[in-house]
């Protein structure tokens, strides 16, 4: 071996003893309040189990927390039974929680039993089949305490209540042995076919299951009569109650037992998978008419039966893929700061169970696998179906996962709107306030034209930048330059225009570099397409942002409005800035670092309101939007401290909130409790991913997105030979850290952690939840400035201007007529869509992984970390890695694994 690579390894190996100081694969804390079982806007059970408290003395609940779910574990222990999930019994003592991105972790102790609860819910970036299959795992792994022999016996069961929202209603179940596992199933008599009732769907069926094994009984009755039999050391008898009823008469429960016998510890754990399945997912507005759809993963299986044992069988590898993905996303969030990776870990589950990856039938009836949509329910705040603003708020998460799931989000809103249905001349806020309905909207509301129209060309173009993926610009481009003219007149001077926060008045900072961003994706867009306006719009965006450095800035930072000095905003629009490329000045960024920092002392314990107008109220996803537009890591890991101190607020009785009082952490009603807007925890990460050559028809159904290069150029054969030399010392790493994990030191820690600040005691918990009307905030202030007579003549400026621009559109559609690629009005054109029509969904990584794979992935990542660490002190180009560069994409991260990148 030369000497570099005899000083490669020598580097590789101190840097390797370094990191073990600070490697993260969990978060510090445990959060306060945590999810359960997480795949979609209906399977969403969460437990407010602060302080450490024993999740077996707390019912799980719905995300709303107004709703217990039944969903029951005991342990029976030497004869004496124990709780781990649910109440009533004696519980089982919790002495450490925490959470990853995938799954939350109770460690328990129960008699002279240690065990392991963990809730994995697959997040699956690279399997779409798996992605919008809407189970989620329990595993249980368990050894005793005193390395004697112990009698073990395990029980669970989940009861009606995940089957409706109202306990009058009658539910029947039935109990299915499929061979190679058992599931039982609830469902209410008579369903309402996409219903939903205070949140929870009243069209689903609950699902429990584990696969078979020799030690294990199932059985179907009353909650008291099964517990009984279990508390009094029976097996369950394998038989069914058919006496269908209501769910709170003599409450129905579907249980499953395992009776371990005397064990030491258990060799495999106990896996169950619960899940919450609906059929039809959604009705969308297609034509004049409305058609409806199914889950992803129908395509590939005809029954639940089939889908559900391949879940089952697929425990192990998806386990390790969600360690893989686990790692990755903390060791790149740690990469920043253990805070930041704490947000990461608290915050991806509640923005991928927003979602519902859906499929439709061509006109014979059979599955189109081209023709995928993906619809967000904007839980937490309302029922708006794509919620343009919360998808821009999630979309860093989105980005940095797999950037093709951006696509199929923003399709649908875009698909609607070159509609004949759609008759508004500016960007809609969303496609309905109903889900799953998303049945369009036309109501005429332009004050927001601004944010919408500024917020679809960015999210469109950056969706093609990071994914390759042209199709959308491409088929869209008359719609979205429509937007992009409405832009040029209004974005300077929003006058007339609300952002959708809900601030008013006119010349709003912030709204305005939205606007002008629109127009510079717009810009992209056209240099994409090969459009002969490329040069205007980037010539405008450049000169009013510009023009905008001129007039936003009071003194020395940017304030709300031009020129009024009294407050001040996040400006966290620079966000899209950054991401897009568009050029601002490095003194507007630094002077912004300054400024934040200086107001640093006064801030409340929560935070920076988002803007001081504002009584007040925090926005964590504008806050770490803010922090990615800083330069400067003291400001930027102040910003995320502050939304770390409410994430991880002890007091909390909801899900990760959006929207709470700065000082006192109150959540506020429609506060984006369980939000998928939190998907923007993801923002510092999300500007680190490549951008890709952009094809115009879209990625092959067999390529998959353009995958670039790693690390090869740079070290090249040097590194293949450091890496085999490096696997045995990752390996014997592994195995010390392995066990290094002390039980009781790590346990204990969590629990005791002491804030710097005292705690001002507001538990939430007890806050109704408000279930109608849903009013979006935007929508209440835009209602509220209507109503104030002062302000009427702002919103009749806001649409006469809208009235102006959709009068001077070209592309104003008529009925009937569809945007093309050439000229407006023209018949639409056969290429473009026939080019667009296939999505990038990749194919199962299941069978692939190796102890070798996740060593050179934990290698790629100290790498990595190396240059992230070399970075920090470095700005400004600290989130700008070069594509292809190792702190990569996930696509990067499968190839590196070795994964064959192909489609379905
Ligand atoms: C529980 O998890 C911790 C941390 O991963 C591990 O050290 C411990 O051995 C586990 N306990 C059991 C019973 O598997
Ligand atoms: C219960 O499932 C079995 C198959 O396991 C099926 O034959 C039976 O018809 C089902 N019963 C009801 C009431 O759905
Ligand atoms: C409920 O349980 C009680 C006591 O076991 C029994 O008398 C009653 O008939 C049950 N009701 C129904 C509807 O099953
Ligand atoms: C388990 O161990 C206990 C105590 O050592 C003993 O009494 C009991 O018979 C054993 N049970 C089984 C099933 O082996
Ligand atoms: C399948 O869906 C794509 C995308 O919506 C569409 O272009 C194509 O015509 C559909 N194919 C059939 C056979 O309906
Ligand atoms: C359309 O949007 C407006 C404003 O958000 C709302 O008041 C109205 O209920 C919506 N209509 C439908 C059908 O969703
Ligand atoms: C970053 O901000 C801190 C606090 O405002 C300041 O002390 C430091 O000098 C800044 N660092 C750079 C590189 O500008
Ligand atoms: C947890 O403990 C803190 C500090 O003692 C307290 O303020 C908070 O209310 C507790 N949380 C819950 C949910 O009881």
Redesign the pocket.
């Known amino acids: 071996m030369g000497s570099s690579t005899v000083s490669l390894l020598f580097f590789f190996l101190c840097f390797i003893i370094t990191t073990r100081v600070y490697g993260q694969s969990e978060s510090s804390l445990p959060a306060p309040v945590i999810p359960l079982a997480n795949k979609s806007p209906y399977l969403n059970a969460w437990v407010a189990a602060a302080n450490g408290s024993s999740p077996g003395a707390i019912s799980p609940t719905f995300w709303t927390t107004q709703r217990q779910l039944g969903w029951a574990g005991f342990v029976r222990v030497d004869g004496q039974t124990f709780q781990w999930l649910g109440k009533g019994g004696t519980a089982a003592k919790a002495l450490a929680s925490y959470v990853t991105p995938t799954r939350s972790i109770f460690t328990m102790a129960a008699g002279s039993l240690e065990f392991n609860i963990t809730f994995l819910s697959p997040i699956e970036p690279e399997d779409w089949n798996k992605q919008s299959f809407p189970f989620s795992y329990l595993y249980i792994d368990a050894k005793s305490s005193d390395s004697m022999p112990h009698t073990v016996q395990f029980y669970s069961d989940i009861s009606g209540e995940w089957a409706s929202s109202d306990n009058n209603n009658v539910v029947q179940w039935n109990t299915t042995d499929t061979g190679s596992s058992v599931f039982h199933q609830m469902q209410r008599t008579s369903m309402q076919s996409m219903v939903e009732t205070k949140e929870m769907a009243e069209d689903g069926t609950v699902y429990y299951s584990m696969a078979k094994r020799s030690d294990m009984t199932w059985q179907t009755g009353?909650d008291t009569s099964l517990r009984g039999l279990f508390t009094g050391g029976l097996l369950l008898q394998n038989i069914q109650d058919t006496?269908f009823?209501s769910i709170s008469?003599?409450r129905s429960v579907l249980a499953f037992a395992v009776d371990l016998g005397n064990i030491t510890q258990t060799s495999t754990p106990l896996v169950w998978a619960i899940g919450v399945v609906r059929d039809p997912l959604v009705r969308y507005v297609k034509g004049t008419g409305v058609e409806v759809r199914s889950s992803y993963f129908r395509a590939k299986y005809d029954s639940i039966n089939a889908a559900l044992d391949d879940f089952l069988a697929d425990f192990d590898n998806a386990k390790t893929r969600a360690l893989t993905l686990d790692n990755k996303i903390m060791s790149d969030g740690a990469a920043v700061s253990t805070q930041y990776a704490d947000l990461l870990a608290i915050s991806l589950r509640q923005t991928m169970a927003s979602i519902d990856i859906t499929i439709g039938r061509d006109d014979n009836g059979k599955w189109n696998t081209s023709d995928v949509k993906i619809f967000m329910k904007d839980i937490g705040t309302g029922r708006r179906v794509n919620a343009v603003e919360t998808l821009y708020a999630s979309f860093p998460a989105l980005l940095y996962l797999n950037s093709s799931f951006a696509g199929p989000l923003l399709e649908p809103l875009l698909e609607y709107q070159a509609s004949s249905q759609y008759r508004n001349s500016y960007a809609a806020a969303d496609l309905g306030s109903s889900y799953p309905d998303a049945l369009g909207n036309n109501t005429d509301i332009p004050e927001f034209g601004v944010e919408n129209c500024g917020d679809m060309l960015i999210m469109t173009y950056a969706h093609a930048q990071k994914s390759g993926d042209g199709s959308l610009v491409a088929r869209y481009y008359d719609l979205l330059k429509k937007w992009a003219d409405l832009l040029v007149t209004n974005a300077l001077h929003t006058n007339g225009y609300t952002s959708a926060d809900g601030q008013v008045g006119p010349d709003l900072s912030n709204l305005a570099i939205k606007g002008i961003a629109g127009i510079f994706a717009m810009s992209k867009i056209s240099e994409t397409v090969k459009k002969s306006d490329t040069v205007i719009y980037r010539n405008k965006a450049t000169q009013l942002e510009t023009d905008w450095e001129g007039i936003a800035y009071s003194s020395n930072y940017i304030t709300t409005n031009y020129g009024v000095t009294s407050s001040w905003s996040l400006i966290y629009n620079l966000y899209a800035a950054r991401l897009i490329n568009l050029p601002v000045s490095d003194q507007l960024y630094k002077n912004q670092d300054a400024f934040y920092a200086s107001q640093a002392s006064t801030a409340p314990r929560f935070g920076f309101a988002y803007d001081t107008n504002d009584n007040g109220r925090a926005k964590s996803q504008w806050t770490i939007f803010t922090a990615g537009t800083t330069t400067n890591s003291t400001t930027r890991d102040l910003l995320v401290s502050m939304v770390h101190e409410r994430a991880f607020y002890n007091a909390s009785g909801n899900p990760f909130p959006t929207t709470y009082d700065s000082v006192t952490g109150r959540s506020i009603p429609l506060n984006g409790r369980a939000s998928p807007a939190q998907g923007a925890m993801f923002s510092l990460l999300a500007l680190n991913t490549p951008n890709k050559a952009i094809t115009l028809a879209g990625p092959s159904s067999k390529g998959g997105p353009n995958v670039p290069a790693i690390v090869g150029a740079i070290i090249g054969v040097v590194v293949l030979i450091a890496i085999i030399g490096l696997a045995y010392f990752l390996w014997k790493r592994r195995q010390r850290r392995r066990s290094k994990w002390d039980y009781s030191e790590k346990g204990a820690a969590p629990f005791s952690i002491s804030r710097k600040r005292t705690s001002v005691g507001v538990l939430d918990d007890n806050q109704p939840i408000e279930v109608t009307p849903y009013i979006v905030d935007a929508e209440a202030a835009a209602i509220a400035a209507r109503q104030s007579s002062g302000t009427d003549s702002l919103y009749q400026n806001g649409y006469s201007k809208a009235r102006e621009a959709q009068n001077g559109s070209k592309t104003y559609l008529l009925p009937g007529q569809r945007p093309g690629l050439s000229a407006a009005g023209s018949s639409y054109s056969g290429t473009s869509e026939g080019g667009g029509s296939s999505y990038y969904v990749p194919s199962t990584t299941s069978g692939v992984s190796s102890e070798l794979r996740v060593e050179v992935e934990e290698l790629r990542r100290e790498m990595a970390e190396i240059r992230a660490q070399r970075l920090q002190d470095e700005p400004p180009p600290l989130y700008q890695d070069p594509p292809g560069s190792i702190t990569s994409s996930s696509t990067q991260m499968r190839e590196a694994a070795g994964v064959p990148v192909v489609g379905n």
């Open positions: 009353t006496n009823r008469t003599n």
